[in-house]
């Protein structure tokens, strides 16, 4: 079973106007205690996305500049940096650029390739997410190899076209009590809500737009407010 991190971090290219952009927003991400980040990108070729995820992939395998006397000594002086573990890397929807770019999973939706195709695809130890919007989708996915399911929209988005109807937090209770897996609840989750998404079973929240603003100090609250 894998374990997911209480914040499950998107970076939708939508937000961003060039790659440039994109890594300054996941460094931030990665700043504020994010070790999981999903890039999205729903309106961009598949050329563009796959340079994209390929900066991504690899500022964020980059090892922070060393601070002096780190790195040197076998085991880490006192107060010196922890080693850099670089942060899972999730493509949406495309297991083709997931490996193409060496991303870590691939998460798809009720529109994508099926969850059994996609585990031919990336192979048995890339972390496979599927997204469910209801509990016969939830209970499909659940027989699946699917190493988490999401579960949404939690709350109502402006960040998805045509999003599913509101599942609520009852709706999270009820993906809870249907699947063993972990479950990331995604769709409207702020920081002022989010504490209630986990306490109705989820055991990450999906963000997108409530990191935008100021990613690093956001990412920081999230964590604190998730511990
Ligand atoms: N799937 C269901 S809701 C959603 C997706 C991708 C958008 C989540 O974005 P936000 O801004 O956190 O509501
Ligand atoms: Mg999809």
């Excluded at 083709?96 to 009720?110: S, T």
């Excluded at 988490?148 to 937090?169: E, M, R």
């Excluded at 897996?181 to 769709?187: N, Q």
Aim: with cysteine.
């Amino acid at each position: 079973m894998i374990l997911l991190p209480r914040l499950y971090a998107i970076v939708d290219a939508a937000f961003s106007s060039t790659p440039e952009e994109i890594v300054t927003f996941a460094e931030e991400l990665l700043a504020g205690g994010c070790t999981l980040l999903q890039y999205r990108n729903k309106s961009g070729n598949s050329r563009v996305m796959l340079e994209q995820a390929l900066v991504l992939r690899r500022h964020s395998r980059a090892k922070p500049a060393p601070s002096a006397g780190s790195g040197q000594a076998l085991s880490l002086p006192k107060g010196a940096p922890a080693p850099h573990v670089p942060p899972k890397l999730i493509m949406n929807d495309r297991a083709d650029l997931g490996l193409a770019a060496e991303f870590d999973g691939v998460h798809v939706g009720q529109d994508d390739l099926s969850p059994e195709s996609v585990r031919r695809i990336i192979g048995p130890e890339r972390w496979l997410g599927v997204s469910t919007h209801n509990p016969e989708q939830i209970q499909a996915a659940d027989r699946t190899s699917a190493d988490y399911l999401a579960i949404g929209p939690v709350f109502s988005t402006l960040s998805k076209d045509k999003p599913d109807p509101v599942v609520g937090l009852d709706g999270v209770r009820r993906a809870r009590q249907q699947t063993r897996k972990p479950l990331v609840a995604i769709g409207g989750i702020t920081r002022a809500n989010a504490a209630s998404v986990i306490e109705a079973g989820a055991d990450s929240v999906a963000v997108i737009s409530d990191l935008l603003r100021e990613p690093r100090k956001s990412a920081e609250e999230f964590f604190r407010i998730l511990r």
